[in-house]
């Protein structure tokens, strides 16, 4: 069973889901969806043709973690009971996974965790995230690291070497299936490209040489003042670079959207330069990091795909538990300090040596393999 609520555990899930499906010989594959995240998680779904065996539908508008944890615990407990899976797949940091391998645990179910050994080791920074992902690395008996150094923080636990496997991330296997459909089917990048315009970006904005400026924010460690600096950085960015094209697919949470709108007004339309949208539908979210010259953002999945696509990477966070991306100079921390925002951007937008020296394309974060891997090994451990 393959258990995931939010966006990004949705993505990173999904290929592993239909590799799985590849041998119904070998495996009953089942998924259980919290929904965590609703529309975020559905538009995952639909694009990777997935309908989940189970749903426990838990988000509430301003949910906090007592409520997802609580309901999460609750809802599998249920499902359960007198329907015992052989292993429980988790993903990644998020309550969801942590709440999950719980679960699973009360039932005696063996935890495989996939992106397992990220660490900070501060438990703060991200939050709850670095937590949630050293309880799920207890519960699990399976670890499957995407790079070596994770496979390393982990050895450090004293979690024994054979269990486990250095994969890759599953985010790319993802990227790879995506980036092949959009650059291969010209129809369907032409309809990406009229959703996108429909969403309030219009793409042929880019054709006469301007640059476009990718942004996401969510974490919340970042909420109130953190928010506020990016926002006002933001804004003085789009003074200072009226030639390139701000746009922000903004993330449902309520506590991100409130920044948004005390920097930029009620409205956020017809602020010239800057655009505010929904959250895009993976594909196009895709294509639009391809048409964009730097992203800058505080998300964990952001940092592993726009690498491979060779585009730098701002965080506005202070700590990353994703180093290689940084050592291999591709992704750098600028944490939420308007100075620091403002400066390191405008020096990539301004000189070109700054901005090749970090534009290169590197994958430090896999081969687009790590989904044959996981089950060729979860295979051996089932039915060998
Ligand atoms: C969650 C994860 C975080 C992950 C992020 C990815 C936890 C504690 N946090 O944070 O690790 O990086 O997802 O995006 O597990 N909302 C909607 N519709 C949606 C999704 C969210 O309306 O499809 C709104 C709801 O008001 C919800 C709120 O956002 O209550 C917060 O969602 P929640 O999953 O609790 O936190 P995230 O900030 O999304
Ligand atoms: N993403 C998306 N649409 C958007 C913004 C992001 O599909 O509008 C994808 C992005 O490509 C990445 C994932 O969502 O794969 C990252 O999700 P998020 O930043 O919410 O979570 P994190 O990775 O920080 O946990």
Redesign the pocket.
Known sequence: MLTFG???EAIKMAPLVREFRKYPEKFKTTVCVTG??????DQVLDIFGIIPDYDLNI?????D?YD?TARVLTGMRDILTGNAPDMILVHG????STAAALAAFYRQIPVGHIEAGLRTHNIYSPW??EM?RQLTGRIASWHFSPTPLSRENLLRENIPGERILVTGNTVIDALYMVVERINTDHNLRKSLEKGLLLAGYDTSRLEGGRRLVLITG?R?ENFGTGFINICEAIKELTHRFPEVDFVYPM????NVRQPIHKVFGDSLQGLGNMFFIEPLEYLSFVLLMERSCLVLTDS?GIQEEAPGLGKPVLVMRDTTERPEAVESGTVRLVGTDYGRITSEVSALLNDSTVYESMSKAVNPYGDGQACPRIVGFIDKIINQ
């Open positions: 939010t966006r990004p965590q995240h609703r529309q975020m998680l988000m509430r508008s301003g949910q973690l997802v940091d998020t309550t969801t709850p995230e949630n969510h919340r993330h449902l949470n309520p964990g």
